[in-house]
């Protein structure tokens, strides 16, 4: 398997404009993460998918966040409108079990993000 | 929530050398701690982990330890090469079984093995 893929791996836009960050999970994974990592904040999680359901997404940060899985392979984060402090990476990761938090959780590359 | 504090967050050690990264944890129900590398570029990536169950565990070089009375737990590399360089996170979380509890990192420990 081709492990956990993001795109784009970079993405530099205006304040304002709205960013879609793409994840394909590793196939099989029942489980979905998004993350975000910076200097200030570390990693923190902001939406997990159970079977492609959203079941927690209190880490959203607010409204300008939203994330969706329309299938099992395919999941978006969306910021709409961007801004500067949306700069950070983003990471999907993916997991297996039912016991999501004991199972190994598999990092994309991420997807570094600067808005201007 | 839970709170990880890590330390160091930068550290600096010769090949050969050994080195430790300790966390410290808020919540009594945490109860699995994993650890992840992430080099550079990359996504984090499990690494070793542990439960509460077991005081220590080790993995070749790689050996984590808990003190869940204290609320510590540490990884020690041994005999560093190069290529252990990179950042290291710990977490905490409580196991619920078949229901997610979050993971709570730690902020990172920026590892450099100089050849």
């Known amino acids: 398997d081709a492990g956990v893929i993001q795109s784009p791996r970079h993405e530099v836009t205006e304040m304002g404009q709205e960013v879609t960050l793409r994840c394909k999970p590793i196939?099989?994974?029942?489980?979905l993460f998004w993350y975000r990592q910076t200097m200030m904040r570390g990693l923190e999680l902001l939406i997990y998918?159970?079977?492609?359901?959203?079941?927690?997404d209190s880490g959203m940060p607010e409204d300008r966040f939203s994330a969706k899985m329309p299938n099992a392979s395919f999941s978006t984060l969306k910021i709409q409108p961007s801004e500067p402090r949306d700069s950070a990476v983003y990471f999907c990761?993916?997991?297996?079990?039912?016991?999501?938090?004991?199972?190994?959780?598999?990092f994309g590359p991420g997807t570094r993000l600067t808005v201007l | 929530g839970e709170n990880v504090e890590q330390h160091p967050s930068t550290l600096s050690v010769q090949e050969g050398d050994s080195a430790v990264i300790k966390c410290t944890y808020s919540?009594?129900?945490?109860?699995?701690f994993p650890w992840y590398k992430q080099e550079l570029g990359k996504g984090p990536q499990l690494i070793i982990d542990?439960?509460?169950?077991?005081g220590e565990k080790k993995d070749q070089r790689i050996a984590v330890t808990l003190n869940k009375t204290a609320k510590h737990f540490s990884l020690h590399i041994t005999e560093t090469q190069p290529e252990d360089s990179a950042v290291y996170f710990c977490?905490?979380?409580?196991?619920?079984?078949?229901?997610?509890?979050?993971?709570?990192f730690g902020r990172g420990t920026q590892l450099t093995v100089w050849p």
């Open positions: 990761a993916s997991s297996l079990k039912r016991a999501p938090s004991t199972d190994t959780q598999y």
């Open positions: 196939s099989g994974h029942d489980y």
């Open positions: 998918f159970n079977n492609n359901v959203p079941i927690d």
């Open positions: 919540d009594s129900a945490s109860n699995y």
């Open positions: 542990i439960r509460s169950n077991v």
């Open positions: 977490a905490a979380v409580e196991d619920r079984g078949s229901t997610l509890g979050r993971l709570y």
